[in-house]
């Protein structure tokens, strides 16, 4: 799969039209499930891709199952005899299976949990139980667990006995009797110790946990913070309820900047892929703030209306009219590049409420002299480019450049306040700063350049 | 470093002022390397810093210097003896130092080089010389690697002899005699198979790989899409070089995001975290987006110039004028709307560019949904807010909602296309697409409202 995927997809098309199962076989040991998952989904319809899938090797149908669209899992499970279901099943990871359960329709999701096991079925139902966006929502409960007076050889024991069906086996979790955590240890260190040494004297009891409800956001950063491979979450007592591994957290960090970038562009956090989402899908998620930006600019028409007649007195109030749309994309440009940094160091928890001054202070340095450059840039230009279309005079070009300097440190006085705020009031800060700070900073950059335009030239 | 890190700080703190070091070494071995180096950094003068560093335990010196910020890291180094310094730098992982040596002034490189084994400056070296963003600039060499005829428990063997200064023990790699790739096999697989097996019955022989040369972000998606804890790199030849971990690959994949982030908001990307910026590096990442985009808008003053006249002449001139911003912003938000999706989708490797259709239909369709819509909202504001302070007859309210209608639709037939061409011609489409689209949409949304208005109403 490393070069030529084109070319493998092709090999295994050949072996699968030429009934050569044994080729494909081999084929398929060499790839990876995300691969498998790719080639069915592109190349299949839909009765090809369950003969295929029935040809899998046992060992990879589950985890090539877990790859699917939910579009393709539905059908699938609809085509599944029982008995296929419950194999699939039973070999799938919890969190996997909890991810199947929360996209599948009622129908689907009453014959999956009919055929799981009893044990599996309480698990599943308690997971689902956890609030969306919790780290309770992406653990899995496939972790491997010691005693603290093991020995390493009867730890690698364990591993060995119940290995083939954790998650991972390389970070193990050492529990009491009632099941609290009271230590962590490595397969490394395991690896690196006598073999008669107990695991109460090798682990490590400077566990970094997670809480059930905490923000799986929260959890996932940890992993970039601190480079795990796992993380333990524990319930209020203390007790062990499962791990989040780190692909998983890698997912959550990916899904999180993908909703922070759809914020920040005025549309609603969506989960799907584009190019699976339906037409309806997209026109949901984008529709409301294009609505409410639009009515929002009504301050904008009432702002220039009200200043309509006295602007129509001035001889030049054409000519300031013209330069109004780059007084408020300029103001708009500046404003959310101050809002986006904040926003974006406030979700990398590189900055909190309490670093306000450090950042107003830190902006409005940067904002002064982004002011005068600008302002001087503009004020060149008007009097040397647009002074060649338009009756620009050496005052006109001053109160433009002027107004300029100052809406520009007005939007970035307001973009970096409104995310630390929105954040300090338990707000969205990509929802509440973003999409406004135009609607805001257009209005603030109108309001002082009729005003001031009026009051000199009138 | 749980529940309350305060807590812990000022417990290190109390230690360290009162001297009691063996306290203190207890406490330390409790905390990860992370919170070591943000205590030492936030609560310790330079001079005390270097008295504490002096106090880590041997094991988590290296660690904890890793974590500094360069500053942090210069100052410390130019006060550690020579000693001192080789201790720190031969316990570093290779990938560690090279970020280092890359963040160094000269003669503390220099000073770092002639510190280093004569084995480690060679491959110090090389790893410098693979271009920035590449695969090569973000591998480490501590890898493990077996030969084909070794067995499970002669793999073991090696884990345990040279493990402890492996960056992961957890995927070990198969090689031939000349360094060629045959194979990885996992900590995993080897605890569930016989002793006596050979390496090469058990080995994965399916391997996916970078190249040295490969683009950085293409590596890390790798991780994202396939759940791998380490990736091997190899050269043109196949040989093995070195491995990029799934630790290295989320920096690489949280710092794309920021990346592209900035550029939709006109900032140039930059990697330090927002608070270790100084005033300047911000100014030169905000400046020539400011500034060009600034410049840029004098199509749209432009535009109204030309239009100026023949819009005084008609009665509802001015009235027409107050619509400007609001079809401007509504036409800048689709757009952005339809181009960050774009964006996205294409930095997580959703789409490319042969599905240009495919996208193409489908925004047009959503378009088209969204135009009529905030059309018909934007008709009913107009007669029911805008005329209680404007003079908006029903004329004026279908030429404002029909042009915004045609706008909308232009704005996301531009805000896609734009991305996917930029990508086509290799060009970054976060850099090209996004804030240029508001330019090129307010210049068109102009010219569509002038002339229409002047067609109807002159």
New interface residues.
């Given amino acids: ?2 070069e030529q995927p084109e070319k493998i997809f092709e090999d295994l098309t050949r072996f699968f039209e030429n009934r050569k199962f044994a080729d494909l076989r081999i084929a398929l ?4 499930p ?1 691969d498998i998952a790719a080639f069915m989904e592109q190349e299949l319809g839909e009765t090809e891709r369950l003969m295929f899938f029935r040809l899998l090797p046992k060992e990879l149908a589950s985890d090539v199952f877990s790859e699917f669209d939910a579009d393709t899992q539905e059908n699938l499970i609809k085509a599944f005899t029982d008995k296929e279901l419950k194999a699939v099943i039973d070999d799938m990871f919890m969190d996997d299976t909890v991810d199947l359960i929360e996209e599948m329709p009622a129908n689907v999701v009453k014959r999956i949990l009919k055929n799981s096991d009893p044990e599996n079925r309480k698990q599943i139902n308690e997971l689902l139980e956890y609030p969306e966006d919790s780290a309770g929502s992406i653990m899995t409960t496939e972790y491997v667990s010691f005693s603290a007076k093991m020995t390493v050889d009867g730890a ?1 024991d364990k ?2 006995r119940t ?2 069906d954790k998650e991972t ?2 970070t193990c979790y050492v529990t009491d009797g009632k099941r609290k955590l009271i230590g962590v240890v490595t ?2 260190k395991l ?2 110790s006598e073999k008669t040494a107990l695991v109460e004297n090798i682990m ?6 997670a809480l059930t409800t905490d923000d799986k956001e929260q959890v996932a950063m940890k ?5 795990f ?1 796992a993380l333990p979450v524990v319930d209020r007592e203390g007790c062990l309820v499962g791990i989040v591994t ?2 998983d ?3 959550v ?2 899904e999180e ?2 909703e ?3 914020k ?4 609603l956090p969506t989960e799907k ?3 699976k989402q339906s ?1 309806w899908s ?2 949901r998620a ?2 409301p ?3 409410l ?3 929002s ?2 301050f ?3 702002i ?3 200043y ?1 007649h006295r602007l ?1 007195a001035i001889a030049s109030g ?2 300031l ?6 007084l ?3 103001a ?3 404003g ?2 101050s ?4 926003i ?2 406030l979700a ?1 928890g ?2 909190s409420f309490r ?1 306000l001054f ?2 107003l202070w ?1 902006e409005m ?2 904002a002064v ?2 002011a005068f ?2 302002a001087a ?2 004020f060149a ?1 008007l009097l040397l ?2 002074r060649l ?2 009756e620009v005079t050496v005052t006109i070009a001053l109160i433009v450049s002027g107004v ?1 300097m100052l809406t ?1 440190i007005m939007a970035k006085f307001v973009g970096c306040l409104l995310p630390l705020f929105a954040k300090k009031l338990k707000l969205d800060p990509a929802v509440v700063a973003s ?1 406004f700070i ?2 805001i900073v ?1 209005a603030l950059a ?1 309001i002082v350049y009729c005003s001031i335009a009026i009051a000199i030239l009138a």
């Fill in positions: 799969m490393n040991l060499d790839m990876e995300a690698f591993i060995r290995g083939l086996v390389y397969v490394k690896l690196l490590d009891t400077g566990i970094i946990t992993f970039s913070k601190y480079d491979l780190v692909d957290a890698v997912d960090l990916q900047a993908t922070d970038i759809q920040m562009a005025a549309i892929p584009y190019l037409i997209i026109y984008r529709i703030w294009l609505l930006l639009m009515i600019a009504t904008t028409s009432l220039l209306s009200s309509e129509a054409a000519t009219y013209a330069f109004v749309p780059m408020m994309d300029t708009g440009n500046a959310s590049q809002s986006v940094t904040v974006r160091a990398l590189e900055i670093d450090k950042i830190k340095r940067v002299l982004l450059s600008v840039v503009c230009k480019i647009d279309y338009n300029l520009i999409p135009t609607t257009d109108l």
